[in-house]
């Protein structure tokens, strides 16, 4: 999964979309023609219809802060062990956004990680009956509005268990504005960042730029991975919903 | 933050000892007729305050402003005034009312924009010409049940603001707001293992728990006792409702009652569930034939002692009219007057460890079948 994306164009897009289900899913891509867009429809079908299987994290929100969601995404990520980060890796990453406060349910739920503030909380990747109690209790995260307009913003990863002679990398994450609302925008970063993690190209002492563009075309550095989604409004046609580029050293 | 601390009571300021009593029941979107359901809650409830009055200082607090602001109510109006125009619903009857009620729930759904203004003019104390007509009605049929009138007119807008009163429950720590990314407001009992309770919707829109809330949350520490009389169905948001005031300080008790089947279903006023049952027609029924005070106590011992609590029983006219016969014998026995303490000696053992006097118990027993002819006095007192 470290082939970069090249130029955004249908083409990469679909090429990208493929790679991602053929890394997690095998047997899917053996199944479905992978290269052609109703081949990746029907993929992306069988893997809804199979609902709960399989492994999954729940996210509690609170309140929602790009920068602050990012820098956490990638400490709970860093911290998932190997075989949970496989059977994750095999489910798509799926993740489910509840709004609840973790500080009223850490006495009664155990989180793999929990924000500083409390603002949001992580459970370990695993069956959805594990969380069931969890997700019974609360509602699905509903946020209809856009992302507030912010400035490029520089998210520092913590140093964690860095390994040591690792340099520290920088990359930039780009996301999508138009026309995808924070629950939207929630879906597709977490999916880059969490993928990004657990195939290493996020790692502990890391610096992330987080952009805000309208649209992800024309970027000035190449995309080491991308979130791939449908035009709402152009059927049969892809495009990118968040994606982060190549890594640079930080100096 | 203050989390779940229960705050006791505040203390009384005239220092006499009588226990205080709020009743606070769920009132009736005055947009249809009265069904046997909605009977049976306020004789339910109207026992429990006249029984319960010689033994506490009770306060009935039943007002219809504090609910308009839900979208039943608001979103009837608006249905009204789009579909109609301008119209004089002066002579209109319940029954004409209520099926375009009917219509307005089959309808498809205004935007929330649309009943800002109608949300606006009720905090100001306006009410539909419509919903006026209703309550014009009820108050007639109040008068002749000889129900007591908790202000079925009046303006009697709740002691908190919507913002005042999400403010009070974040600082209880019970209240999970996201209206900053354009989602809704929930009330988050979820330490105590209750599930989020949505209080405003995404766009705006409050529901009827946010509106008891408003109204309960700045009563409540003025009482020792604040008892929930409310549909069955509605018991989830009751145990949530009964945790927040506990909070602070009174005791609080939920009373639910349920509603009457017709012909074994309970169905929805908001189908048109009455089908000529209601309050009118019953109270006509039963005036043709006996005289006021038995039609009063005989629906009282049919709806409270017959039906009892629970929803075993479909409606009966037949039944409703056996017992305003046994009433109109009852009232012919009826025993000499005592004095106030045998009155309140009398009341006050239909009670377990609560304050407000248990209507079923109390209703019950006026049937015993070897009991003594009730007194005058009780029968005035509570029943008539």
Known sequence: MTETVGPITQDSLRAQEAMRIRAARPDLAARHDLTSHDGLTAARSDITAEGDAGSLVTVVLRNFDLAQWVRDTCVFALGVGAQQAADWRTSFTRTVFLAGNPAQLRERFRFAHIAGDDSAAWTTPGPAALTFSLRRLLKLFDAPAGLPARPDTLVEIPDGHRRPGRPRARRDLYVATAECTISEALVHVNHVLAEAVLDGLVAPGDHLVVHQVPRIVGLPARLATVRVTTEKHLPGRLKAAAGLTEEALVA | ?384
């Open chain 2, 1 to 384: 933050m203050t989390i779940l601390s229960v705050a006791g009571p505040r203390p009384r300021p005239d220092a006499v000892d009588r226990p205080r009593v709020l009743l606070a029941p769920i009132t009736v979107t005055p947009s249809k007729p009265l069904t046997p359901s909605h009977l049976k809650g306020l004789l339910w409830t109207d026992v429990m305050y006249r029984a319960t009055r010689p033994l506490a200082d009770v306060a009935y607090r039943y007002s219809h402003t504090t609910y308009h602001p839900t979208e039943q109510t608001l979103g009837f109006w608006e249905f009204l005034d789009r579909s109609r125009g301008a119209t004089d619903y002066g002579d209109f009857t319940e029954e004409r009312i209520g099926e375009l009620y009917v219509a307005f729930r089959a309808a498809e759904r205004a935007p929330a924009q649309a009943l800002f203004p109608y949300a606006e003019a009720v905090e100001q104390g306006w009410v539909h010409p419509a919903s006026t007509r209703i309550l014009q009605l009820w108050s007639a049929h109040y008068a002749a049940l000889g129900l007591h009138d908790p202000g079925l007119l009046r303006h009697q807008p709740p002691g908190l603001g919507l913002d005042a009163v999400l403010e009070r429950l974040t600082g209880l720590g019970m209240c999970l707001d996201q209206r900053e990314v354009g989602g809704p407001v929930y009330l988050d009992l979820t330490r105590l293992g209750l599930p989020l309770r949505r209080l405003v919707a995404a766009d705006g829109r409050p529901n009827y728990l946010a509106c008891a809330l408003r109204e309960l949350i700045p009563l409540a520490p003025d009482f020792d006792e604040v008892v929930l009389l409310y549909d069955h169905e509605l018991d989830s948001d009751y145990q949530q409702l009964e945790r927040v005031l506990t909070a602070l300080g009174p005791r609080v008790r939920r009373v639910a009652v349920s509603r009457v089947p017709v012909e074994g279903r309970i169905s929805s006023a908001r189908h048109g569930g009455w089908r000529g049952l209601h309050a009118g027609t019953l109270i006509d029924a039963a005036r043709a034939e006996y005289h006021e005070d038995a039609v009063r106590l005989g629906m009282r011992l049919y709806f409270i002692a017959a039906l009892g609590p629970g929803r075993q029983q479909s409606f009966r006219s037949d039944l409703l009219l056996q017992c305003v016969k046994r009433a109109a014998r009852l009232l012919d026995a009826a025993g000499p007057e005592t004095d106030g303490a045998a009155l309140q000696d009398r009341l006050a053992q239909h009670r377990k460890d609560h304050v407000y006097v248990d209507p079923y118990r109390l209703t019950s027993h006026l049937l015993g079948k070897r009991r003594a002819a009730p007194a005058a006095d009780l029968l005035r007192t509570v029943f008539l």
